[in-house]
């Protein structure tokens, strides 16, 4: 019996500004359930008001407390070391970085940059970490799904800079157990009493099973097929995100399946 349940954003609930099919009514039914709801994003294109505010358009209902972002977790850190950051990061939340002193950077921040992503930017970080500065990543997704294609997230430019760098990134948001960790402390469950919805199989199932809850992969968004079988762990899968609410409030106990 789940007590609370975690839902990612893009490609569970909508694909760039396409609402998926059943997605509002099925955001509605937990949230007017007992269960203790939240949303999960590692999305760095976006800050949290734009995220608020493109969920309020497309007709989601929820308070700025449910919502947990990897980029907010990764500024509370810089603030908590009175670190001097260099990012690279989008320009839509470069403005939440801006506040922060910057001059002469001891930390490396590294997000989805699209554009912002070029030689000069990668390798200033390259350099900084290699001179000692502590690397951070906005989550390490490999990929996201957008207007119906597949494109490069933050995840490969994080693994380059290790890799020249020969440095080892602090990852905050999805699948770092300390992010999933912030998100349960904000409920009254216990991890295994969780459900963390998803169509990341390694960002958000792989990373929440090992955070100790309980993964439902949704067929939707970045899903390719077979994903399912890609871990190690058992997980329920299931053909969207109308399915998996049916899951989570008892309706329907489909299998979790497993394994390589």
Known sequence: MFKAVFVDLSGVLYEGKRVLPGAVAAVNRLQQSPLTVRFVTNT???????ILHGLQEMGFSLESRQLFT????VKA????????PYCVV???IEAEFSVLDRQNP?????GDAAEGFSYPSLDLAFQLCQAGAPLIGIG?????KLDGSLHLDA??????????ASVTALIVGKPSPEFFAQVIASTSAKASEILMIGDDIFGDIEGAIKAGMQGCLVKTGK???????LIGEACHCVASIVEAVELALGGSSPQPVSHR
């Open 44 to 50: 760095s294109r976006m800050n949290r008001g734009q």
């Open 70 to 73: 990897a980029p907010d977790a």
């Open 77 to 84: 850190l810089v603030e908590a070391n009175n670190w001097r």
């Open 90 to 92: 989008h320009s839509n």
């Open 106 to 110: 001891n930390v490396v921040i590294i």
């Open 140 to 144: 390490r997704n490999r990929y996201f």
């Open 155 to 164: 995840g490969p430019f994080i693994y380059a800079i290790e890799y020249a």
């Open 223 to 229: 899903y390719q097929r077979g994903d399912e079988r």
